[in-house]
């Protein structure tokens, strides 16, 4: 910003596949009743996009374009997962941006610099008073490095896949565990060994080992760490 001016406060909370980032933030952010940004969803979005207007995952130019003027609205009501339903050229999308095909496509754009680019001053738009949790990959890292509170969650990849195999199946939707594994390990590969942005902690980061803690033992944590930002200063 350089001008002084007190910004709304950030915790970001960022991590592999599958660990669970979404859920925490989520109700972290409605615990708070802070903003929230699935800056995931971003990347989704631009892979589904993508694919709907013919451009090729691999043409960085016309990517960056695309991104940097996404037609895409948030609104807040029906069909809402992250508390906003999606919308992309009009038509809602929340269910098309979550299969495991975006996901996939949603790695493979996340990997072009010129993409990152176009999507970094959207994703800090987002922050707004009271405050704003973000869920992504480079969160801490890249788009809000001056967050006063970083949040790392990690977990075994296998459990990763058992997390996601049981909300796929609880939907009614039939996968393998195996091939759930395999693309699990697929995406973590990608996310950390790209050039631009890799997923790795901030030094700053409180990194949680969510392997064998409940959704709620984790967000306790995240929360003890998060009491500091509001207690009274004199
Ligand atoms: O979190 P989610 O699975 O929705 O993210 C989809 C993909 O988008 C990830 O695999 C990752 O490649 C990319 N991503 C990213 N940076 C973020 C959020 C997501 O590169 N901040």
């Known amino acids: 910003m350089g001008t002084g001016e007190q910004q709304a406060p950030v915790i970001t909370i960022d991590g592999p596949s599958g ?3 979404g859920t925490i933030a989520q109700l972290l952010a409605r615990e708070l009743g802070w903003h929230m940004l699935d800056s995931g969803a971003l990347y989704r979005l631009v892979a589904l996009g993508a694919a709907r207007q013919g ?3 691999d043409d960085e130019t016309a990517l960056a374009d695309y991104a940097a003027r996404l037609p895409v609205e948030f609104r807040a009501g029906e069909g809402a997962t992250h508390g906003l339903a999606i919308y992309l050229d009009g038509e809602a999308v929340g269910d098309a941006i979550r299969t495991e095909e975006c996901g996939a496509g949603a790695s493979r754009v996340a990997a072009l610099p010129g993409v990152r680019a176009a999507l970094l001053a959207r994703q800090r738009a987002f922050r707004r008073p009271p405050g704003l949790v973000a869920d992504g990959r480079d969160m801490g890292t890249t788009v809000f ?3 006063p509170l970083k949040i790392f969650l990690t977990a075994s990849a296998e459990e990763r896949a058992r997390r996601r195999y049981k909300q796929l199946k609880e939907k009614g939707i039939d996968v393998s565990l195996a091939a759930l594994l395999e693309e699990i390990t697929e995406r973590d590969t990608r996310d950390s060994q790209r050039s631009a942005s890799p ?3 901030a030094d700053d980061a409180l ?4 392997t064998s803690m409940t959704i709620d033992e984790v967000l306790q944590t995240v929360k003890q760490a998060a009491a500091p930002l509001f207690a009274p200063r004199d």
């Open 145 to 147: 490095p001056d967050a």
């Open 19 to 21: 660990v669970g980032k």
């Open 199 to 201: 997923l790795v902690p």
């Open 207 to 210: 990194r949680i080992d969510t």
């Open 55 to 57: 451009i090729p995952l």
